[in-house]
């Protein structure tokens, strides 16, 4: 069995068409999923909160900064979240 390190990546909308879910420059979370690639398409976390597939041709894949990631995109992705301490003052 092949084991893949799970690497969370990011693309710039350049373009949504009529979709209303996706802003143009926009950066979105990408979600892995083979199928849709091999017909043109990827798996985004849109402006609803959830994952849909977008024509390929919307987007472009960024590099972030984990720091960047984390603090920056919407919806917030748990999984990057540093444990948040409670601030008094």
Not at 80 to 87: D, E, G, H, K, M
């Amino acid at each position: 069995m092949r084991v893949e390190k799970l690497q969370t990546r990011f693309v710039l909308c350049i373009r949504s068409e009529d979709s209303d879910d996706l802003e143009p420059r926009k950066v979105y979370r990408l979600l892995p999923d083979r199928a849709a690639a091999r017909d043109g398409y990827v798996r985004v976390i849109d402006e609803s909160g959830e994952d849909y597939l977008y024509p390929a041709e919307y987007f472009v894949p960024v590099r972030l900064p984990v720091g960047v990631a984390r603090e920056a995109l919407w919806p917030p992705n748990e999984e990057l979240r540093p444990a948040q301490r409670l601030r008094r003052g």
